[in-house]
């Protein structure tokens, strides 16, 4: 099995900070492009910022200066560093990552079950 368990979220003041960490565990052979989702109330889930093996990112239009990605590939970790929030950062968000469990076998995509992010005005 594989779990993708996140963390950091919280509520916090326009202008504040927060960093997300999300990693995977479990039956892990190998993670190719990494990402970062989120949902905001009555809102489809959108995504955020992505980052591949190699740290290549790309970000929404929306977050672009605001947040930085990255990632940790010997502990199977991606980060989500979020400075100057704004009250409609506020949503769930979700870690992505493409993985392969064993050397055979093929990449399947995992997600982590969310953590919230509050920003209050």
């Known amino acids: 099995q594989v779990q993708l368990v996140e963390s950091g979220g919280g509520l916090v003041q326009s202008g504040g900070s927060l960093r997300l960490s999300c990693a995977a565990s479990g039956s892990v052979f190998s993670i190719d492009t990494m990402g970062w989702y989120r949902q905001g109330p009555g809102k489809q889930r959108e995504l955020v910022a992505t980052?591949?093996?190699?740290?290549?990112?790309n970000y929404a239009d929306s977050v672009k200066g605001r947040f930085t990605i990255s990632r940790d590939n010997a502990k199977n970790t991606v980060f989500l560093q979020m400075n100057s929030l704004k009250p409609e950062d506020t949503a769930v968000y979700c870690c992505?990552?493409?993985?392969?469990?064993?050397?055979?076998?093929?990449?399947?995509?995992?997600w982590g079950q969310g953590t919230q992010v509050a920003v209050s005005s």
């Open positions: 992505n990552a493409n993985i392969k469990r064993f050397r055979g076998g093929a990449f399947r995509e995992y």
């Open positions: 980052i591949t093996k190699g740290d290549s990112t």
